[in-house]
């Protein structure tokens, strides 16, 4: 079996170090975390971290630049992400080697977030000139009623290693355009993209006039993450990340009357009708499943098959897994990069065990390919495992390459199956029966945030509301109406009817 053949790490340091040097990158070392690359395992830089102390005072300073930046026009707000687009656009490519040095993904993939970040950059500066309220209809002679918008305060991003840059930007160009100020607090293992991206945008304010303290960013751990979570200074916290990670953030942002916005795993499924045209489905199961190393939380981990197309499906879904190539990210010919670390190549490992314990059976991939030289990075082939449709474990999310094959007879069963699990992000069905596809997508069809017909789980773009129900928290950012979640709303009435007029037709005299 092939070897994956590593790049030395003092290469990868020295690249890392010429994509910071470019953006103009100061990186603050020191010995409180470490940035890694998931290419070798091994270290790239030790780092400067923030403690509970310094969190609090960027919230401090956040929460100062708020009071003024409120009172900012919003179309001028929108002048510096504007100019943050035009940087990310010149940086494009620093930005995603960055990406691939520190997270693993694949050059066109790397790519492909930043196109993210300048797209919602682009969202943001319209978006600046559409922060529409409402007029609605008074019961009052002379009275008039509206609805506005106003900025809310201080948002805390928590974001995750897997779209290191573009969740953040999501959060931070639709809250600057609101009037807010922003503290980040990135994943540990992504600490260089958000040194490059927080330049980028300190760039993008002084060149557009805004001031420095619109953004801060704290680099760290748990202790970092309460701070920002606990401080009632903080009136919004969007946090990214795992189940546990949302029910512990949630309740005690709630516990102090904040407002949180929860982007957690999904468990997300596509439907193979009989109808489908396979020939569009393989190749975007492959994609939803093995993309990014099955390391998004809109990859596709259950394919929920006809029993009428299984046969058929099967062998060519599996020739396709094994001529996936494994290996450096840096290489044009590998689609699959490494899993951030080894423990989630442990829990895959476990998760294989349990199914196969469980009447499961591995149809290909789930084994780890060895480096040159040998080291701790964790690269593995992408694993297909047909299972019981009904196996307690296809209700669990394991964040790395494994997908599992159900069979269903009626679409009411392939629904109930869809649904049949605690997260509720994305779902597809590949269908050419119309009728199957609007039921699909009605309110008796699939439970999730999101829901596609004839194109897979993963890979949603800016624009649409952006996230899904159950145990995936509720939150929706990145589109539509979502902008209403980073700002404050006040109902106000005028009377110039000159009356005294109370609702409810009242009389108080
Ligand atoms: C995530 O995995 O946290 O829809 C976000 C997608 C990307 C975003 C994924 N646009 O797959």
Not at 48 to 72: D, P
Not at 109 to 114: K, Q, S
């Amino acid at each position: 079996m092939s070897t994956v053949a590593l790049p030395p790490t003092d290469d990868l340091r020295a690249r890392a170090r010429a994509c910071l040097d470019r953006i103009g990158v100061v990186v603050p070392e020191g010995d409180d975390l470490y940035a890694r690359t998931p290419i070798t395992g091994e270290d790239l830089f030790g780092l400067k971290g923030s403690g509970a102390a310094e969190t609090e005072a960027a919230v401090a300073a956040a929460h100062e630049t708020f009071l003024a930046w409120r009172s900012t026009p919003a179309p001028r707000r929108g002048d510096v992400v504007r100019r943050f687009g035009d940087l990310v656009r010149e940086h494009h490519d620093d930005l995603a080697e960055l990406i691939t040095l520190e997270v693993g993904k694949i050059g066109a993939e790397a790519y492909g977030e930043v196109q993210e970040m300048i797209d919602i950059a682009d969202y943001a500066v319209g978006l600046s000139r559409q922060l529409y309220g409402r007029v609605i209809a008074s019961e009052r002679a002379g009275h008039r009623m509206v609805e506005s918008w106003h900025p809310l305060g201080v948002v805390g991003v928590i974001s995750a290693f897997n779209f290191p840059a573009a969740v953040w930007s999501w959060n931070t160009a639709v809250a600057l355009v609101c009037g807010d100020t922003v503290v980040w607090k990135p994943s540990e293992q992504a600490s260089l993209i958000a040194l490059a991206c927080d330049r980028l945008l300190a760039r993008a304010a002084e060149e557009s006039g805004a001031p420095a303290g619109i953004h801060h960013l704290v680099l760290g751990g748990r202790e970092t993450g309460e701070a920002l979570v606990d401080d009632p200074r903080v009136a919004l916290v969007s946090a990214t990340g795992s189940v546990p990670m949302g029910r512990a953030v949630g309740p005690r942002v709630a516990a102090r009357f904040g407002r949180s916005l929860l982007e957690l795993g999904g468990n997300n499924a596509a439907i193979i009708a009989p109808s489908a045209d396979l020939e569009l489905a393989l190749p975007a199961v492959l994609f939803a499943a093995a993309g990014t190393a099955g390391q998004r939380c809109t990859s596709l981990r259950r394919l929920i098959v006809h029993r009428d197309v299984v046969d058929e499906l099967l062998p060519r879904l599996t020739a396709a897994f094994e001529r996936l190539a494994v290996g450096d990210p840096f290489d044009k010919d590998t689609l699959v990069g490494p899993l951030i670390s080894p423990a989630p190549l442990e829990t895959m490992r476990k998760a294989i065990a349990r199914v196969t314990d469980d009447g499961g059976k591995l149809l290909v991939g789930g084994d780890r390919v060895e480096t040159t030289p040998e080291s701790a990075a964790a690269y593995v082939r992408p694993a297909v495992v047909r299972i019981d449709a009904h196996s307690p474990v296809v209700r669990e999310e394991t964040f790395a390459p494994l997908l599992y094959v159900l069979t269903y007879d009626t679409l009411e069963e392939a629904i109930a199956l869809q649904n049949d699990v605690p997260q509720g992000l994305s779902a597809s069905i590949f269908t050419r029966d119309q009728q199957e596809a609007e039921i699909f997508l009605s309110a008796v069809g699939a439970d999730t945030g999101l829901v596609n017909v004839n194109l897979g789980t993963s890979g949603a773009e800016i624009g649409g509301a952006f996230g899904g129900e159950k145990e995936t928290g509720g939150g929706r950012a990145c589109g539509s109406d979502a902008w209403h979640a980073y700002m404050r709303r006040s109902t106000s009435v005028v009377n110039y009817s000159g009356e005294v007029a109370l609702a409810q037709n009242i009389s108080f005299s």
